[in-house]
């Protein structure tokens, strides 16, 4: 069992900035690879961001390429989102997520994450 807490959500200016974090208890943070995703409203969830066990290998959705960093901590069990160049079509409840199955990368297939936290909002103003 893994659970998941998201904190640092917020109303920012575009071009702001926001960092976003996860904070995870239960089974050892550092044995599975972790996550972000958002949903806007009418929207399907979204992929933004993913980051393996270890820190690396990590990817990124391409609306969000070059402007977020995903990073974690494993000794504070910790994955972070640092958000810059923030848009107004940024706007979404953002979710982190665990996955704890084996694989050789972490996946953005929103299927493959078994945990999940209860979402930070994020508002970007134009």
């Known amino acids: 069992q893994v659970q998941l807490v998201e904190s640092g959500g917020g109303l920012v200016q575009a071009g702001g900035s926001l960092r976003l974090s996860c904070a995870a208890s239960?089974?050892?943070?550092?044995?599975?690879?972790m996550a972000w995703f958002r949903q806007a409203p009418g929207k399907e969830r979204e992929f933004v961001a993913a980051?393996?066990?270890?820190?690396?290998?990590?990817y990124y959705g391409d609306s969000v390429k070059g402007r977020f960093t995903i990073s974690r901590d494993n000794a504070k069990n910790t994955v972070y989102l640092q958000m810059n160049s923030l848009k107004p079509e940024d706007t979404a409840v953002y979710y982190c997520a665990a996955d704890t199955a084996f694989r050789s990368s972490p996946s953005a297939l929103r299927l493959s994450y078994d945990y999940w936290g209860q979402g930070t909002q994020v508002t970007v103003s134009s």
């Open positions: 239960g089974r050892a943070f550092g044995t599975y690879a």
């Open positions: 980051i393996s066990w270890s820190g690396v290998p990590t």
